[in-house]
């Protein structure tokens, strides 16, 4: 026995090995060694890594934040998870990775290791937001493949490395908001420098405490620079003229530093800039010249040592300002009347300078106009008008000293006006509690996630602007794909260093949090600016703050009594389950039906597939129902132009002045979340002379609204008579109201068949519209949804009967049918030959009008048009012979006088198809 069993034990051992070898390879069964053994040693130097983490030991396997490629780690994002602990050597073991994204953890701090620099294959560097400190690695510069770096709202000091300037390929460098100290590195015979960003279009380095002259070898005119951003520094020396070379440049901030001399005069040359802030230096010298630069939006010259003189003449000639700032200055004579008549003027900040003389605003003052701050000038008399109702602060100068002491431009006034907020009004003052916030999309309390945005250019000043900041939620949603609705916006404000600052809260539909994959993927958005802001925004960054995830893995202890206990009632529990299961079964049919009412996009969830998530947009808007509640005056019975089976058309005034169509869908006709997104995005996208365009739509608390162009139209028969432009998704004329007349489920069925394919309109497509038009008069039907039925059923119809007027009695509407046109027949083969399925197959619009106005002569009825013709055709000849609309012979015309296509024919008999 003892030699059997010491005979057995070289065949235990080589079944241990061979176990133990099938463990380890299990251990990391999808993950390289190197790449598990360097992401275990970082998992146990952080504190709360995702649960994943911990379930398994397989990073590409299951590990949330993990991406993989043939078992190499290739991408790491883990932000806005709360990690706490240090950045270890480890991370150089991941060699393979091209994206690391640490962004907005607090937790993480200490030093940047060196090892970073053996990511060789590293693409996107990002670290905003978290608490490292120490210096920049030199070692970054030898990631070659780098294109996005961003170091920003961190702790480091020291100097900014010259090995940046062997990034050949980086195009954002980010490293504001931190301490850094020294000069702006440049190249010389032995070391890189930031000159050699040939493709850098940010330089962002502002808030931090960088000193020295800017080299004129900084800047050159290959250089594709699109935001600068040096302000809150301590640079000094004279601006370099090479800045000027640089045309690419639209955002150039040099504000709060100690710059000194006079300001280049080829400045004047940065064509594409639109926000320019010279703030806090110590310039000198005459009043720049920046006359040709207009796309010029904001400028600011405040608190400088410019030469005393009157205004330049560009505050005159720039009509694209929404901002004019030039406070503690030496401005002299009059203030110029032609700066508060442009129409995009927002405010003008001039307190503090040397104006003298009467101030007249003038009569044509700019409409988004807001704010005139003169304070401590030498006004001695103003002339305001009744034109202007908004702020004018002339306290401090001796017209405030007459009779207008007592004027409400002579003492300090009030913000007549909020800042925007989300609106909660919906949502009926209903309250969460205090670790959660109302969703105002569906009006349930919820975690968002939440942070401040930072806008650092931006091109406007008011911050009560609807419009402005409905924008703003439009595109979080749609480029962030979430719920429509799900983002609430608070408190916008400029900070101490000019900067748009605005609360922001996202929130998770369904449901009350988002989970981690969720949250990782919307700060990776933020942070590496796959977001962008409407263009009005400009640049930008976001700080998240922590997220509270669901805490499910603690537990209690918990006695084996009360274990016991436990399992007894889970036996007779599961047994009232088991019946409950059924009953739930059909309340959750009946809930999903309520939801969908209640909340029509809630079905809008991100699903990384095409079909799903929030639609893609181009041009539309969202509206809040409060706004389109205002602009019809409650919808009054007065504002209604037209109805049907949807519901309701009404006309209304947006705040801008604009008129619109508004169609308001009935309960009963409302569609399906997933219908009315794609309708919505189609209808966006469609644009064409001959079509009323879809200005924007409403989906709040159980309302379906779109918002269209407004078009004033005549009846049908004038809208046939000579000017056809009844077509499309809707310019239809409605002949009880007289105006326009669109349908929510039924404009699909108006759009040119080929339109999907080929995504563009033509005349054709007017022609196919219209023939659709000129079915639903005979019949009596409108086409529903996107199935053209009224089209299928006349030419079914058709296909089927040999009588006169194609067995279409039956379906025929009554007031057609007792008119008992002669050239009826003709009228329903015109009709049928407009909707071909081959836009070659049917006529052109002009061809299509004479047909109609002589039909229409034929039958006795004055068309009143100019253009109709003895000699109208009719298409059904062979090419190149023009007959009569009843079948008579005629003499081929010149081509151009049917402004023909070219190369059209119709056989003379219809096919059904």
Same mark, same amino acid.
């Given at each position: 026995?003892?030699?059997?069993?010491?005979?057995?034990?070289?065949?235990?051992?080589?079944?241990?090995?061979?176990?133990?070898?099938?463990?380890?390879?299990?251990?990391?069964?999808?993950?390289?060694?190197?790449?598990?053994?360097?992401?275990?040693?970082?998992?146990?130097?952080?504190?709360?890594?995702?649960?994943?983490?911990?379930?398994?030991?397989?990073?590409?396997?299951?590990?949330?934040?993990?991406?993989?490629?043939?078992?190499?780690?290739?991408?790491?994002?883990?932000?806005?998870?709360?990690?706490?602990?240090?950045?270890?050597?480890?991370?150089?073991?991941?060699?393979?990775?091209?994206?690391?994204?640490?962004?907005?953890?607090?937790?993480?701090?200490?030093?940047?290791? =060196?090892? #970073? *620099?053996? @990511?060789?294959? /590293?693409?996107? $560097?990002? &670290? !905003?937001?978290?608490?490292? %400190?120490?210096?920049? +690695?030199?070692?970054?510069?030898?990631?070659?493949?780098?294109?996005?770096?961003?170091?920003?709202?961190?702790?480091?000091?020291?100097?900014?490395? =010259?090995? #940046? *300037?062997? @990034?050949?390929? /980086?195009?954002? $460098?980010? &490293? !504001?908001?931190?301490?850094? %100290?020294?000069?702006? +590195?440049?190249?010389?015979?032995?070391?890189?420098?930031?000159?050699?960003?040939?493709?850098?279009?940010?330089?962002?380095?502002?808030?931090?405490?960088?000193?020295?002259?800017?080299?004129?070898? /900084?800047?050159?005119?290959?250089?594709?620079?699109?935001?600068?951003?040096?302000?809150?520094?301590?640079?000094?020396?004279?601006?370099?003229?090479?800045?000027?070379?640089?045309?690419?440049?639209?955002?150039?901030?040099?504000?709060?530093?100690?710059?000194?001399?006079?300001?280049?005069?080829?400045?004047?040359?940065?064509?594409?800039?639109?926000?320019?802030?010279?703030?806090?230096?110590?310039?000198?010298?005459?009043?720049?010249?920046?006359?040709?630069?207009?796309?010029?939006?904001?400028?600011?010259?405040?608190?400088?040592?410019?030469?005393?003189?009157?205004?330049?003449?560009?505050?005159?000639?720039?009509?694209?300002?929404?901002?004019?700032?030039?406070?503690?200055?030496?401005?002299?004579?009059?203030?110029?009347?032609?700066?508060?008549?442009?129409?995009?003027?927002?405010?003008?900040?001039?307190?503090?300078?040397?104006?003298?003389?009467?101030?007249?605003?003038?009569?044509?003052?700019?409409?988004?106009?807001?704010?005139?701050?003169?304070?401590?000038?030498?006004?001695?008399?103003?002339?305001?008008?009744?034109?202007?109702?908004?702020?004018?602060?002339?306290?401090?100068?001796?017209?405030?000293?007459?009779?207008?002491?007592?004027?409400?431009?002579?003492?300090?006034?009030?913000?007549?006006?909020?800042?925007?907020?989300?609106?909660?009004?919906?949502?009926?003052?209903?309250?969460?509690?205090?670790?959660?916030?109302?969703?105002?999309?569906?009006?349930?309390?919820?975690?968002?996630?939440?942070?401040?945005?930072?806008?650092?250019?931006?091109?406007?000043?008011?911050?009560?602007?609807?419009?402005?900041?409905?924008?703003?939620?439009?595109?979080?949603?749609?480029?962030?794909?979430?719920?429509?609705?799900?983002?609430?916006?608070?408190?916008?404000?400029?900070?101490?260093?000019?900067?748009?600052?605005?609360?922001?809260?996202?929130?998770?539909?369904?449901?009350?949090?988002?989970?981690?994959?969720?949250?990782?993927?919307?700060?990776?958005?933020?942070?590496?600016?796959?977001?962008?802001?409407?263009?009005?925004?400009?640049?930008?960054?976001?700080?998240?703050?922590?997220?509270?995830?669901?805490?499910?893995?603690?537990?209690?202890?918990?006695?084996?009594?009360?274990?016991?206990?436990?399992?007894?009632?889970?036996?007779?529990?599961?047994?009232?389950?088991?019946?409950?299961?059924?009953?739930?079964?059909?309340?959750?049919?009946?809930?999903?039906?309520?939801?969908?009412?209640?909340?029509?996009?809630?079905?809008?969830?991100?699903?990384?597939?095409?079909?799903?998530?929030?639609?893609?947009?181009?041009?539309?808007?969202?509206?809040?129902?409060?706004?389109?509640?205002?602009?019809?005056?409650?919808?009054?019975?007065?504002?209604?132009?037209?109805?049907?089976?949807?519901?309701?058309?009404?006309?209304?005034?947006?705040?801008?002045?604009?008129?619109?169509?508004?169609?308001?869908?009935?309960?009963?006709?409302?569609?399906?979340?997933?219908?009315?997104?794609?309708?919505?995005?189609?209808?966006?996208?469609?644009?064409?002379?001959?079509?009323?365009?879809?200005?924007?739509?409403?989906?709040?608390?159980?309302?379906?609204?779109?918002?269209?162009?407004?078009?004033?139209?005549?009846?049908?028969?004038?809208?046939?008579?000579?000017?056809?432009?009844?077509?499309?998704?809707?310019?239809?004329?409605?002949?009880?109201?007289?105006?326009?007349?669109?349908?929510?489920?039924?404009?699909?069925?108006?759009?040119?068949?080929?339109?999907?394919?080929?995504?563009?309109?033509?005349?054709?497509?007017?022609?196919?519209?219209?023939?659709?038009?000129?079915?639903?008069?005979?019949?009596?039907?409108?086409?529903?949804?996107?199935?053209?039925?009224?089209?299928?059923?006349?030419?079914?119809?058709?296909?089927?009967?040999?009588?006169?007027?194609?067995?279409?009695?039956?379906?025929?509407?009554?007031?057609?049918?007792?008119?008992?046109?002669?050239?009826?027949?003709?009228?329903?083969?015109?009709?049928?030959?407009?909707?071909?399925?081959?836009?070659?197959?049917?006529?052109?619009?002009?061809?299509?009008?004479?047909?109609?106005?002589?039909?229409?002569?034929?039958?006795?009825?004055?068309?009143?048009?100019?253009?109709?013709?003895?000699?109208?055709?009719?298409?059904?000849?062979?090419?190149?012979?023009?007959?009569?609309?009843?079948?008579?012979?005629?003499?081929?015309?010149?081509?151009?006088?049917?402004?023909?296509?070219?190369?059209?024919?119709?056989?003379?008999?219809?096919?059904?198809?």
């Amino acid at each position: 026995m003892r030699e059997s069993a010491a005979g057995m034990a070289p065949i235990r051992l080589l079944i241990f090995i061979a176990f133990f070898s099938v463990q380890v390879h299990f251990i990391y069964g999808a993950t390289d060694s190197r790449d598990g053994a360097a992401l275990q040693s970082l998992k146990d130097s952080w504190k709360n890594t995702p649960p994943t983490w911990g379930r398994s030991d397989d990073p590409c396997q299951d590990w949330e934040g993990v991406k993989c490629n043939n078992s190499r780690v290739t991408a790491l994002g883990l932000s806005t998870m709360s990690l706490e602990g240090k950045l270890s050597g480890d991370i150089g073991g991941l060699t393979e990775l091209t994206s690391l994204d640490l962004s907005y953890n607090k937790g993480l701090t200490g030093s940047l290791s =060196p090892r #970073l *620099g053996d @990511l060789q294959r /590293l693409s996107i $560097l990002i &670290l !905003a937001g978290c608490g490292f %400190t120490g210096n920049i +690695p030199d070692e970054l510069g030898n990631l070659a493949e780098l294109s996005f770096l961003a170091l920003n709202s961190n702790n480091f000091s020291g100097r900014i490395p =010259p090995s #940046l *300037g062997k @990034l050949s390929k /980086l195009y954002w $460098l980010d &490293l !504001a908001d931190n301490q850094l %100290t020294g000069s702006l +590195p440049v190249s010389t015979f032995t070391s890189p420098g930031l000159d050699l960003l040939k493709n850098a279009k940010h330089f962002h380095f502002n808030k931090n405490q960088l000193t020295g002259t800017i080299s004129s070898q /900084l800047f050159s005119s290959d250089m594709v620079l699109i935001h600068v951003l040096f302000d809150g520094n301590q640079l000094t020396g004279s601006i370099p003229d090479t800045l000027g070379s640089v045309q690419t440049l639209e955002v150039l901030r040099l504000d709060r530093n100690e710059l000194t001399g006079e300001v280049p005069s080829n400045l004047n040359n940065l064509t594409n800039v639109n926000e320019l802030n010279l703030a806090h230096n110590n310039f000198t010298g005459p009043i720049p010249d920046f006359s040709e630069m207009s796309s010029l939006n904001y400028v600011d010259l405040s608190n400088n040592s410019f030469d005393p003189s009157e205004a330049p003449i560009w505050f005159s000639t720039l009509p694209s300002l929404t901002t004019l700032v030039m406070e503690s200055g030496s401005l002299l004579g009059r203030v110029p009347q032609k700066v508060f008549s442009f129409s995009q003027i927002q405010q003008v900040l001039l307190r503090n300078n040397m104006f003298n003389g009467s101030l007249s605003l003038g009569d044509n003052i700019g409409p988004q106009l807001q704010l005139v701050d003169l304070e401590n000038n030498q006004i001695t008399a103003a002339t305001v008008g009744s034109a202007y109702t908004k702020t004018l602060i002339l306290i401090g100068n001796p017209v405030c000293n007459t009779t207008l002491s007592n004027t409400n431009y002579c003492q300090l006034q009030q913000q007549t006006t909020k800042p925007y907020s989300t609106s909660l009004a919906n949502c009926g003052g209903k309250s969460c509690p205090v670790d959660q916030k109302l969703s105002p999309q569906s009006c349930e309390c919820a975690y968002p996630y939440e942070g401040t945005m930072y806008f650092r250019g931006p091109s406007f000043r008011e911050l009560s602007n609807v419009n402005l900041f409905h924008s703003l939620e439009m595109s979080l949603w749609v480029k962030l794909n979430l719920t429509p609705g799900s983002i609430f916006l608070q408190n916008p404000s400029f900070n101490i260093d000019d900067y748009l600052q605005v609360h922001l809260a996202l929130f998770p539909s369904p449901g009350k949090y988002f989970n981690r994959s969720e949250v990782q993927r919307i700060g990776f958005e933020l942070s590496n600016q796959t977001y962008k802001p409407p263009k009005e925004f400009g640049p930008y960054y976001f700080i998240a703050s922590p997220y509270g995830f669901p805490d499910t893995h603690k537990r209690a202890s918990i006695s084996s009594g009360v274990i016991a206990g436990i399992a007894v009632g889970g036996a007779i529990l599961a047994i009232g389950l088991v019946g409950l299961a059924i009953y739930a079964i059909q309340q959750k049919k009946r809930a999903e039906k309520a939801i969908g009412m209640s909340r029509p996009f809630a079905s809008w969830v991100p699903s990384g597939k095409d079909s799903g998530g929030a639609p893609q947009l181009k041009g539309a808007r969202w509206f809040s129902y409060d706004e389109l509640k205002k602009c019809t005056n409650n919808f009054s019975d007065n504002n209604e132009i037209g109805s049907g089976g949807y519901g309701k058309v009404y006309r209304g005034m947006l705040s801008d002045g604009q008129i619109v169509a508004i169609k308001r869908a009935q309960q009963g006709s409302m569609q399906g979340g997933l219908e009315f997104k794609t309708e919505i995005e189609l209808l966006s996208r469609v644009h064409h002379k001959n079509l009323v365009g879809l200005v924007g739509f409403c989906f709040e608390q159980r309302e379906q609204m779109l918002v269209y162009e407004y078009m004033s139209n005549g009846t049908l028969r004038e809208s046939l008579s000579g000017n056809l432009t009844f077509t499309g998704t809707g310019k239809r004329a409605d002949s009880t109201k007289g105006h326009v007349s669109t349908q929510v489920k039924g404009t699909l069925g108006y759009l040119d068949p080929e339109y999907y394919m080929t995504q563009q309109l033509t005349e054709k497509s007017d022609v196919y519209s219209f023939g659709v038009v000129m079915l639903e008069l005979i019949t009596a039907r409108q086409p529903i949804e996107k199935g053209k039925y009224v089209v299928r059923e006349v030419r079914t119809t058709m296909d089927n009967s040999d009588e006169e007027h194609y067995g279409l009695k039956e379906i025929m509407d009554p007031t057609i049918r007792n008119m008992g046109l002669i050239g009826f027949k003709r009228f329903v083969e015109l009709a049928m030959q407009c909707v071909e399925e081959s836009a070659s197959d049917r006529p052109t619009m002009s061809e299509l009008v004479k047909a109609i106005e002589t039909l229409l002569q034929n039958d006795g009825m004055n068309t009143n048009s100019t253009s109709a013709s003895s000699s109208a055709t009719d298409f059904a000849a062979s090419k190149g012979v023009l007959t009569h609309i009843y079948g008579d012979a005629l003499p081929k015309k010149d081509a151009n006088e049917f402004d023909y296509s070219g190369g059209y024919t119709l056989s003379a008999k219809i096919e059904p198809k």
